[in-house]
């Protein structure tokens, strides 16, 4: 509560399988929560949450990466996971927060640097959210070096020397 009008959610959906019944649902579920969410805690000039269900075009989606002080990645299962990693790429400056589920492909590779989180467990997941919020400025920049560093060394070349050696 402490936090209301000074952070809010940006939530970008991208339209996949929309043919597939428990997709639609999840959509109609989420719209829902998204309109009770932003009902209750609105006030005038402040939103708490965005919601898009759209494509964004590259250029945008970068814009939105580079803007955005903090990541939330909730995966309850996933590969690669390269909403993280794209995330940490265009986070030039440095100074943003990476927050990830432990069931992400990237988990393995980020567990070290960015804050990891069970998104069944919606107070550890909160309490993970204040975290990056509060953190300071120089335990920012060192985390998302490493990140970064991580993905420039774990990249697509390393990934497919790998794959060709096994």
């Known amino acids: 509560p402490e936090l209301k009008e000074k ?12 043919d597939v019944p428990m997709y639609k649902e999840v959509k109609t579920r989420v719209e829902r929560l998204v ?26 989606l970068i814009h939105y990466y580079r803007a955005a002080d903090m990541a939330l990645v909730t995966s309850l299962r996933d590969g690669m996971n390269l909403v993280a990693k794209e995330y940490v790429a265009c986070n030039v400056k440095e100074t943003g927060v990476l927050c990830l589920s432990e ?18 467990d919606t107070q550890g997941t909160a309490d ?33 020397d790998c794959f060709l050696r096994s």
């Open 7 to 18: 952070v809010c959610l940006l939530q970008i959906m991208v339209p996949s399988r929309e």
């Open 35 to 60: 309109g009770e969410i932003n009902g209750r805690h609105s006030t005038p000039g402040w939103t708490p949450l965005h919601y898009f269900y759209r494509n964004l075009p590259h250029e945008e």
């Open 103 to 120: 069931f992400a492909g990237a988990a393995m590779e980020f567990h070290r640097h960015a804050l990891m989180v069970n998104p069944f």
């Open 128 to 160: 993970a959210i204040r975290n990056a919020i509060e953190s300071d400025p120089a335990s920012r920049k060192k985390n998302m070096r490493a990140l970064r560093e991580t993905v420039r060394r774990f990249n697509i070349f390393h990934w497919m």
